[in-house]
């Protein structure tokens, strides 16, 4: 396998609402961005991913687009962003846009027709359907937000489907004008310079056309992975990805360990690699009525069986994509480890374990600052999946309580992430010299890029020496995986070995002291270690982590 500039790269990902405010408005922009470029740099990334910045009404931050070819005055303007990708380029860090096509915004211009009647050229744009006899909604499909799938539309007289904001109408990808106008787009971006593309739940762009109920009505199995999915995928790869050389990550809720390669596998050309779920889903229980608010105690055992079982069906045939946090998830210090006394140690630790595996690393901002979730009141949260999920919950079905729902908010709701970048202890977190669109962590007096970076035990600087040592070791890239102590309910530990050299990456994911079984070896160059002490091969202080390369 060749190998691509993304396979030696760590990518961050910026929700540029919350990134950096340049013109004081509360609102993060990309001459914000521009601003933070050598920061960035300094932290030795390769690539940034942008959420979307698009005109859009911002029913849910951007991932409701309404002209795919200009930017919203919010965010800057066309020009900014043929300056922000000029100056990144000059720094070789390259631009990765958000692909957002299953759905638009109702207020584009191809929605506003097709509404309009049932033969112009952009009535099959979305997907139509009449009632049933009775008049409900043609079937049980649920909104990811809460509530049904399907929307009556007055002016057509037919209800249209979407998969989440009745404000964001699923686009109809059967319809090959619907697929040239995306490729028309996607080029256009290419020309004014972006390298790739995160692609917004990619899996959901093929539909099962005979619309039959969800068996269980707790889950999407008929909303995703359709019959025509890796067909759809590959004509972008064909139309667009390949001729243009444009890197590709997809969104991939439902994919699982075994049938990944059909999306990654190089030789199929559908995408390059993809976001999996399954690991995120360790603190929830399954098929509970409550969906993601059904929060338990992470299960360490269950992530290191998940995340190995990626490495080892992936490591031939495909390439791994490695996160725990970005816009969509809580911060991973919070969620499922210890953010106040092992702040820095617990940060620390998930960087290793994943850093240390094959794939390409997203760091999410803040996450190299150990940035954590605030525990606000329910109303001082904005996302609609949140508010959604609380009416259909707590109010509609009563089937979880108000507090419990709230806890599990604090735990896992999107918001957790969303919080203004912490800067500076100044006013408003150096994010801004204005109240932000929303409210900043109370704790950025403590936490913050400023603080981090004179600390001496700074997390920024901990992933500058993961980073390095990523760009600087090809074991990192090629090297094979072995899960060493699969049963251990607390240590994650594995080795990677390449043409004789061997690797062990560990850490101790509890605020206890861990006694292990004699894995590692006696004699050892230790790389990077969370602790200031001695490495002890029999015991692990509290979140503590390291990696070691075996010497003779
Ligand atoms: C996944 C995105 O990451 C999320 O933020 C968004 O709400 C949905 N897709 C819909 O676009």
Redesign the pocket.
């Known amino acids: 396998m060749k190998n691509k500039w993304w396979k030696n790269a760590v990518i961050y990902q910026i929700y540029p609402k919350s990134f950096k405010d340049s013109n004081n408005d509360g609102i993060g922009d990309i001459n914000g961005i521009r601003s933070k470029l050598p920061y960035l740099k300094e932290l030795g990334i390769d690539a940034i991913w942008i959420?979307p910045i698009y005109k859009s009404p911002q029913i849910?931050?951007g991932?409701?687009i309404s002209d795919y070819y200009s930017i919203d005055p919010m965010f800057g303007s066309i020009d900014e962003m043929k300056h922000l990708i000029k100056e990144a380029h000059n720094l070789n860090i390259k631009i990765i846009m958000?692909f957002?096509a299953?759905?638009t915004s109702e207020e584009a211009f191809w929605f506003r027709e097709s509404c309009k009647s049932k033969d112009n050229y952009y009535s099959d744009f979305y997907i139509w359907k009449d009632p049933k006899d009775n008049g409900e909604a043609p079937n049980n499909w649920g909104s990811?937000?809460g509530g049904s799938a399907w929307e009556w539309n007055e002016q057509r007289q037919q209800y249209y489907l979407h998969?989440?904001a009745k404000e964001?109408p699923d686009l109809n990808w059967e319809n090959p004008n619907v697929r040239e106008e995306i490729y028309k787009m996607m080029t256009f971006w290419h020309e004014l310079g972006i390298d790739g593309w995160r692609m917004?739940?990619i899996t959901s762009i093929s539909k099962n056309l005979k619309f039959p109920d969800n068996e269980n009505p707790l889950t999407t199995e008929n909303q995703q992975n359709g019959p025509r999915m890796h067909e759809f995928i590959h004509e972008i790869n064909q139309k667009v990805l390949k001729p243009l050389n444009m890197m590709s990550v997809g969104?991939a809720p439902a994919a699982k360990s075994s049938d990944a390669f059909l999306l990654v596998d190089p030789k199929r050309e559908e995408l390059d690699m993809i976001f999996t779920f399954e690991h995120m889903h360790i603190d929830r229980e399954k098929n509970n009525i409550n969906g993601r608010w059904a929060i338990k105690k992470p299960d360490i055992v269950q992530l290191k069986q998940i995340m190995s079982s990626w490495q080892n069906n992936l490591s031939q045939k495909g390439w791994n994509a490695l996160y725990f946090e970005?816009?969509?998830r809580a911060r991973v210090i919070s969620r499922w480890g210890n953010d106040k006394k092992y702040r820095y140690e617990c940060a620390t630790a998930f960087a290793t374990i994943l850093h240390g595996m094959q794939g390409t690393p997203y760091i999410y901002q803040g996450e190299e600052i150990g940035m954590t979730n605030p525990e606000y009141s329910l109303d001082e949260y904005k996302d609609?999946?949140l508010k959604g999920n609380y009416e259909h919950y707590v109010q509609e079905r009563k089937s979880i309580s108000k507090s419990n729902f709230l806890d599990a908010v604090h735990k896992v709701s999107?918001d957790n992430a969303r919080t203004p970048m912490q800067w500076s202890e100044d006013k408003f977190s150096g994010f801004s010299d204005t109240e932000p669109w929303f409210k900043i962590n109370p704790n950025y007096k403590q936490i913050n890029v400023e603080a981090d970076r004179r600390s001496d035990k700074s997390i920024f600087y901990y992933y500058k020496s993961l980073i390095d040592i990523r760009h600087n070791n090809n074991i990192l890239r090629d090297g094979s995986f072995k899960l060493l102590l699969p049963e251990h309910p607390f240590i994650f530990a594995y080795k990677r070995y390449y043409h004789g050299e061997t690797w062990y990456i560990v850490a101790n994911l509890s605020e206890n002291k861990q006694d292990f079984n004699n894995i590692l070896p006696s004699k050892y160059v230790k790389l990077i270690h969370n602790y200031k002490s001695e490495i002890d091969i029999k015991t692990l202080k509290p979140y503590e982590s390291f990696i070691i390369k075996e010497s003779n």
């Open positions: 959420s849910d931050n991932y409701d958000d957002v299953n759905h990811n937000f998969y989440y964001q917004d739940v969104e970005n816009h969509d609609i999946e999107r």
